[in-house]
C-alpha cells in the first residue's frame, strides 16, 4: 500500500480506507466483491437520490416562473419581462443554497488523490488488481481542494457547459429561424446582413479593443490576478456582441410595433447569435504559429478569418442542405412525420457537429429553411405539431437558461468580479453597439429608399439585449483567471440588460413614439422599390423552380418551364402536386391570415394548372407567368401576417380584450392618424 | 516524477508524457497553462465530435426505422411489428460497427494507471502541482486492460444505463398510463390486478427457483465462471416476468381484438412493469443482517417484502397525489398550461427519485390520475398539445430502446453467454408466465361471472412480449459475473418474444378465433354485474365529490351534497363550473366518441346545473341522485370509445381504407353473427 500521494488533508478519509481495506482483506474474494457491489450500489443510489433533488429544483424552479407568468400575463403587469423574472427566480435559489444549506460532508464521496504526471482524458486505476475507470472532470483549483467536500453539492447543481450548447440552445436557435417569416425580412434583408456581419465583427473589435486597453491599465495598477491576451479580450467581444432575439421576440409581439423596426431586430439578433458563435471559435483558434505569446499576427488572423469564413458557409450549406431535403411524404401519418422532422432537424446539429462546423449555426439556417420548404409540404397536423413542440420546447430551454443564469451567479465558485474590468465591459458594451448601430445606419440609409429614422435607431441600440447566446458562450470554457472573469463580467451584463433594457422597452418605445408614427414607406407594395435585385432573381429562381421541385406547393412546373421542356416538367412535378391542390390550399391558407385575401393570394397558383388541362380553379389574376413583384409582394405579405398572428398568439397571449389589429388595418390607421 | 504506478503496457504512451512533461517544463509558467489550455480545448473538441458522430449514428438508425415503418404501413405488412424492425436496424449497426470499422488508437484518449488502494467515486490527481478531478466509471475487466484503446469506440457508443432509467423510461410509462383509460380496465380491475401482483410474483419466484436449479447443474459440471447467487436468480425472474405494454398496445390496437382481451393484456402489462421494477429493487435490498452469503433468510426476507410494500404504496401515493394536485387553471395560455404539465409529470418521478420511491411507478399512476382528472381541466388545445407531446417523445423513447438493444448485442463488450442458462432461461420463461395465467384465471373465473375463455388464456400466455422495461433492468447493473449473464440472456428472451411472439399474434388471433368469437358479456350494461362493490363506492365518491372539487367537470357540488350543506358546496364549487357548463361539454366530448350518445352520456351532469336554478340544458335522463349503474356504465363505456379510438388514430393509423367501427357496431356484428 502506498500512500504518499494522499495529501495531509485526506488523512481522515485515508483512515477510513485503511480500515476498509483491511476489514476486506480478512473477508474472502467473493464475499469481498460482493460487499463491493452492495457498497458502489449504494453509493449509486445516494449519488442518483442528490441528483433527482436537484433536478427536482430546477423543475420547481421551472413551475414557478410558469406560475408568475401567468400571474402576471393575467394582471397585465409587464414592467418585468419573463425571462427577467426567471432570472430573478434563480438568484433567489442560488442565495438558498449558497448560504442556507449546509451538507453535512458524507462518506459516500471520499476523494483521493495520487501524484501522476499528466492529466489523461481518461484514468485507469488499479485497486488491489481490479481496474477502475475513471474520466476527467476538469480542473480544481488549489484553494478549493481543502473544501472540496463542502463545495459537493454547489458543484452538484453546475450543469456541463457543454449542456447548454448541445441541448439547450439548439431548440432557441431552430425555433428562432422557424419562426423568422418572410416579407419585411427579405425586404430588410440587405440592412439585416449589414447589422449581423459587419456590425457584429465592428463591435467585437472595438469591445476587444477597448477591453484591451482596461486591461493594460489594470496591469498598471497591479489589479490583474492572472494572464489576459489580446485574444482574451477579443474573445470578450464576440460573446457579448450577440444580441438576444428572445426578448426582442416577446416584447414587440406584444407592442404593436412597426413591423419594420421588428424585422430589423429580430433579424438582426437572429443572426448576429450566428454570427457571434463562429467568431468566438475563430478567436479561439486564433493562434500563431508555434507561439504563446498572443501577439498579434498577420497569418494567424487570415487563417482565423478563414475558419470563419469555412465553418460559416459549411454550417449555412448544411443547415440549408438539410432543410431541403426534408421533404416528407408521410401525410398519412403525422407522428411518423413529426418525428421524422424532428430528428432532421437535430441531425443538422450533430452533424454540423461532428464535420466541424457549428451546430448552432446550421440549425438556425435549417429551420429557416425548413419554414420555407418542408412547412408545405407537412399535412396540417403535423404543422400544428412541429410548431407547438418547438415553441415548447424554445420555451422550456429558454426560461430553464435564464434561471440558470441567475443560480449561477451565487453557485458558482469561482466568481472574479473586477470592478475596472466591470464598468469597462459596460463603457465598451455601450459603444460597442453604437458604433455597431448609428454608423451602419448612416451608411446604409445612404442606399436605402426608405431611411432607418433616428428613433428606430435609438430603439435598436436600446433594444441590443444580451441573453442565452452570450451566456451559453461564456460558461462554454471558465478555464482560466481571464475567462472566469469574463464571465463574472458577462452575468452582469446579461442582468442589467435584460432587467433594465428588457423591462424598459415599452417606456422606451413610446419615449420615442415609435408606436405611433408610422415609417414611411409601408405600403404593401412596397417591396417592389425596396428589394435588391438579386433577391428578386433568387425569389423568382424560388418561386418557380426549386418551391415546385421541392414541395407541393407553387406553380407546377409544367407552367413555370418554357414549353420545349414540358416532359422534363411533368416528369419533375409530382402527381400530387396536381392531385392535393384542394387539400393543399387548405393547409397552405393555415399558413396566412384568413382576412379574404387568400383567392387572391393563390390566383397565381391556382390558375397555373391550366396549362395542363387538368381543372381550373380559382380566379386568374395575372396567370403564372406573372411570377412577378405582385406574387411576390402578396406572397412575402402574407408570410408577414403569419408572423405576426403567430408570434402574437404563441408567445404572449396576453391583449385577449384587445386582439391584434391585422396589418393592414392598423396601416390604415397609421395613415389616417398621419393624415389627421 | 513517479513511473512505478504505470503499468508494462502504458510505456508507449509514457515516453509522450515524459516527452510534453519535458517539453513544458523548459517552459514557463504562463505559457505551459496557455499550452495546456489549448491541449485540453483540443482533447474537448475531439471528444465533442466523437459524441456527435455516435449520436447521429443512432439518429440516423431512428430516421432509417421512422421511414421503414412508414413503408410498412404503406403496404400493410404486419408480420414484423415496428420495434421488431427497430432492434434489426441496431443488430445490424452494431455488426458494423464492432467488425467493420477500426479506429487507430488515437493520442486524445491516452490512458494512465495508478496504483491505489480504493476505488471512490471522485478521485483528485495531482499533475505538478495542479489538481484534477476525475469521475469514477467503472470497472474494467482485467482481459479488457490489454484493448482498451481498441475498444474506445465500442464503449463510446454504450450508453450510460441510467439514461434508460431517467430519461427514455419515463415517457413510455407515463403515455402508458395516460392512455389506459376506463372502461374495460375497470370492469376487469380485480382480474388486472390478480395477474399484474400475484401473477408477477408468482411468476419471479417459479422463475427464480428454476434458474437456480439451472445454476446449480452449471456448477455441478463446471460450467459457472463466477458467483451466482439464489438472490440473483430471483432478480433474474423479477426482471424478465414483465411483460411489455408497447406491442400489445400496438398490435392490438391494429386489429379489432376483443376490449376484454385488450383490457386484461395491456392493464396487467403496465402495472406489472411497475411491480417488477419495484420487486427487484426489493431483491438486491434483501440482503440478511451482517450476513453476505446470500442465504435464505425469514427477516430478511420480511424486510424486502415491507420495501416492496412501502415503495409500491409510496410510488402510488405520490403519483395519485401529484396527478391530484395539478390542476392548471392556465385554459388562457395552452402553451404555458402544456409546459406546466410536463415539468410536473417530470417532477413527480424525480420526486419519487429523491425519496427513494420508484419514478416510474410513481410516473404511471401519476399519468393515470392526471387522464382522469387533470386532462378534463385542461382547455382543448392542450388537451391535443399533451397528447401529441407524449405520443411522440414515447414513440422516439421506445424506437430509440428498440435499436439500443439490437445494436447492444454486438456493442456490449461483457456477454456471458451460456447454453445451458440460456435454455434453462428460455423454459423458466414460458413456464412461469404459464404458472402466472393458468392457474390465476382458474380461480379468477371462479368468482367472474363472465368467465376469461380458455382461448382468451392462451392468447394472454402467448402475447406476453418482453420489452423495454426488462431492458432498462437488466442493463442497469452489469458489473458482476451473473448480472452479464443475466443481460445476455435478457437480451435473447426480448429478441426472442419481440420477433417471434409479437409478429405471430396476428396468426395466433385468427388461430384462436379471437377476432371472430364474441366474448360473453360484452354487453354494455354488463358492468352493473361484473365490477366489484369497493369499486362502486370509489366510483361514486369519486363521480360525486372528487371530480366537482378537482376538475370543472361532473355535477357540481351543489347538487351532489345534502342540501345542509349547501353553502360549503357552493363555496366549493367554483363559479367556473356553471360558466364554463357549455365550454366544457365541448372539451369533454373532444373525449369521447361522436356518434349520437352525447347527449344521453351528459344527461346526468348537466341535468344537475337544475338543482342551482341556473340553467338546465340537455334532456335529464336519471338526474343526478341517480349516480348509479347506468352512470357509471355509461361514462365508463364512453372511456373506453376514446381508448379504442385515440390508439387506433394515434398508434396504428394503418387500416386508412377500412376505418376502425365503433364499438357498438362492432358488437351489433358480433350479436349478428353469434345469432345466425
New interface residues.
Given amino acids: 500500500?502506498?500512500h504518499e500521494?494522499f495529501?495531509a488533508i485526506h488523512k481522515k478519509m485515508l483512515s477510513l480506507?485503511v480500515l476498509?481495506?483491511s476489514l476486506c482483506s480478512c473477508?474472502c474474494r467473493?464475499?469481498d466483491?460482493?460487499?463491493e457491489?452492495?457498497v458502489?450500489?449504494k453509493?449509486a443510489e445516494e449519488?442518483?437520490?442528490q441528483d433527482?433533488?436537484d433536478?427536482?429544483v430546477f423543475?420547481?424552479l421551472?413551475?414557478l416562473t410558469?406560475?408568475t407568468?401567468?400571474l402576471f400575463?393575467?394582471r397585465r403587469f409587464r414592467f418585468l419581462h419573463e425571462t427577467g423574472l426567471a432570472m430573478i427566480y434563480g438568484l433567489l435559489v442560488g442565495v438558498v443554497l449558497r448560504y442556507a444549506i449546509h451538507v453535512p460532508s458524507d462518506m459516500?464521496?471520499?476523494?483521493?488523490?495520487?501524484?501522476?504526471?499528466?492529466?489523461?482524458?481518461?484514468?485507469?486505476?488499479?485497486?488491489?488488481?481490479?481496474?477502475?475507470?475513471?474520466?476527467?472532470?476538469?480542473?480544481?483549483?488549489?484553494s478549493e481542494?481543502n473544501d472540496?467536500q463542502d463545495n459537493e453539492m454547489l458543484r452538484k447543481v453546475t450543469f456541463d457547459p457543454?449542456v447548454f450548447f448541445?441541448i439547450l440552445l439548439p431548440p432557441i436557435i431552430f425555433h428562432a429561424g422557424y419562426s423568422l417569416k418572410r416579407r419585411h425580412f427579405f425586404r430588410n434583408l440587405g440592412s439585416i446582413l449589414a447589422y449581423a456581419f459587419v456590425g457584429t465583427v465592428v463591435s467585437c473589435f472595438i469591445i476587444g479593443l477597448l477591453m484591451y486597453g482596461c486591461v493594460m491599465l489594470m496591469k498598471q495598477i497591479g489589479q490583474l490576478g492572472g494572464?489576459f491576451f489580446f485574444t482574451d479580450c477579443l474573445f470578450f467581444g464576440a460573446i457579448v456582441s450577440a444580441t438576444d432575439p428572445v426578448t426582442v421576440l416577446a416584447i414587440f409581439n406584444e407592442l404593436q410595433v412597426d413591423a419594420d423596426l421588428y424585422a430589423l431586430l429580430f433579424g438582426e439578433s437572429v443572426l448576429n447569435d450566428a454570427v457571434a458563435v463562429v467568431l468566438s471559435s475563430s478567436i479561439?483558434g486564433y493562434?500563431p504559429e508555434g507561439d504563446?505569446?498572443?501577439t498579434f499576427e498577420a497569418m494567424a488572423m487570415l487563417k482565423s478569418f478563414g475558419i470563419f469564413l469555412g465553418v460559416f458557409s459549411g454550417s449555412f450549406a448544411l443547415g440549408v442542405a438539410t432543410g431541403v431535403v426534408t421533404f416528407t411524404k408521410?401525410r398519412?401519418?403525422p407522428?411518423?412525420e413529426?418525428?421524422?422532422f424532428?430528428?432532421?432537424s437535430?441531425?443538422t446539429f450533430?452533424?454540423a457537429?461532428?464535420c466541424?462546423f457549428t451546430?448552432v449555426v446550421a440549425v438556425l439556417f435549417c429551420g429557416m429553411t425548413q419554414a420555407h420548404y418542408t412547412f408545405n409540404n407537412l399535412s396540417p397536423e403535423s404543422q400544428d405539431?412541429t410548431k407547438?413542440?418547438f415553441?415548447?420546447l424554445n420555451?422550456?430551454a429558454e426560461n430553464f437558461i435564464f434561471s440558470y443564469m441567475g443560480l449561477t451567479l451565487f453557485t458558482f465558485k469561482n466568481h472574479v468580479f473586477n470592478p475596472i474590468f466591470i464598468v469597462g465591459a459596460f463603457l465598451a458594451v455601450f459603444l460597442g453597439r453604437a458604433a455597431n448601430i448609428y454608423p451602419l445606419s448612416f451608411l446604409l440609409n445612404l442606399g436605402r429608399k426608405y431611411k432607418i429614422s433616428s428613433n428606430f435607431q435609438h430603439m435598436m441600440m436600446f433594444a441590443g439585449l444580451r441573453g442565452a447566446m452570450t451566456f451559453a458562450l461564456s460558461i462554454r470554457?471558465t478555464?482560466?483567471y481571464a475567462r472566469q472573469m469574463m464571465f463574472s463580467t458577462t452575468l452582469l451584463v446579461v442582468f442589467f440588460t435584460v432587467w433594465i433594457c428588457g423591462g424598459g422597452t415599452t417606456q422606451m418605445l413610446s419615449c420615442q413614439k415609435i408606436r405611433l408614427i408610422g415609417p414611411d414607406g409601408v405600403e404593401r407594395r412596397s417591396t417592389k422599390q425596396e428589394s435588391v435585385w438579386f433577391f428578386r432573381i433568387w425569389y423568382n429562381f424560388d418561386h418557380n423552380y426549386l418551391k415546385p421541385i421541392l414541395t407541393h406547393s407553387g406553380p407546377p412546373l409544367t407552367a413555370t418551364l418554357p414549353a420545349c421542356c414540358g416532359p422534363l416538367a411533368r416528369c419533375l412535378t409530382s402527381p400530387q402536386a396536381y392531385e392535393n391542390e384542394e387539400q393543399l390550399k387548405d393547409s397552405d391558407s393555415d399558413l396566412i391570415l384568413n382576412d379574404g385575401d387568400i383567392t387572391l393570394a393563390y390566383g397565381d397558383i391556382t390558375v397555373s394548372t391550366d396549362a395542363t388541362g387538368a381543372h381550373t380553379s380559382g380566379t386568374p389574376v395575372g396567370g403564372v407567368a406573372v411570377n412577378s413583384d405582385e406574387a411576390l409582394d402578396r406572397e412575402l405579405a402574407f408570410g408577414d401576417h403569419e408572423l405576426v398572428i403567430r408570434g402574437t398568439r404563441?408567445?404572449l397571449?396576453m391583449d385577449?380584450s384587445e386582439p391584434p389589429l391585422p396589418l393592414d388595418s392598423r396601416r390604415h390607421r397609421h395613415k389616417n392618424e398621419t393624415m389627421s
Same sequence: chains 1, 2.
Fill in positions: 500500500m502506498r500521494g495529501t480506507f476498509a481495506s473477508l467473493a464475499e466483491s460482493a460487499m457491489n452492495i458502489t450500489e453509493k449519488s442518483h437520490r433527482s433533488a433536478l427536482l423543475i420547481l421551472l413551475t410558469i406560475l407568468i401567468w400575463k393575467h459516500n464521496n471520499v476523494t483521493l488523490s495520487c501524484n501522476v504526471n499528466a492529466s489523461p482524458a481518461t484514468l485507469l486505476v488499479n485497486v488491489s488488481g481490479k481496474f477502475y475507470e475513471y474520466t476527467l472532470k476538469g480542473e480544481i483549483s488549489g481542494v472540496i457543454e448541445n494572464d479561439v493562434q504563446n505569446s498572443h408521410l398519412d401519418f407522428l411518423l413529426t418525428a421524422l424532428f430528428l432532421m437535430w441531425s450533430l452533424l457537429e461532428a466541424g451546430g405539431r407547438q413542440l415553441e415548447l420555451f422550456l470554457d478555464a482560466t404563441l408567445v397571449p385577449d
